[in-house]
């Protein structure tokens, strides 16, 4: 008998798990930000992570080596990429609730083919 591959659909404009949990790895969720939100300092440790920006903007801050920090403004629409053990933060910058999706990964590194 054949295998049947187990399929999910999530709604994305509430927050929320979007991928099932049984996936190779692969986790996502949906997340709103209110005015003023922020998603506070964390690192996503030996996992990359896709940020993709779906209502709003909101401001990617990255904390580089010796404390250093950068910015990056992002619309709806746009998506960015963060390599593994990046310590970053998100934070809302629209005066309305803003909307992202993050999916996670295991980063190119540590895949076993």
């Known amino acids: ?11 994305f404009d ?3 798990r979007l991928i099932p949990r ?8 949906s997340v709103v930000l ?6 506070d300092w964390h690192s996503t440790h030996e996992r990359e992570e ?3 920006v779906l209502q709003g903007s909101v401001k ?8 250093a920090k950068r910015s990056l403004l992002l619309a709806a629409g746009k998506s960015f990429f963060l390599p593994a ?14 909307r992202y999706v993050y999916v996670t990964g295991p980063s190119a590194g540590n895949n076993r083919a």
Do not use: C, F, Y
């Open 22 to 29: 049984p996936t190779g790895g692969l986790k996502a969720r």
């Open 34 to 39: 209110a005015d003023g939100g922020v998603m």
């Open 14 to 16: 509430r927050p929320g």
């Open 85 to 98: 053990q990046t310590v970053h933060r998100v934070v809302n910058a629209a005066r309305k609730p803003s």
């Open 60 to 67: 990617i801050q990255i904390q580089g080596a010796k404390g």
């Open 50 to 52: 896709l940020i993709l």
């Open 1 to 11: 008998m054949a295998s049947r591959a187990s399929t999910a659909t999530r709604r």
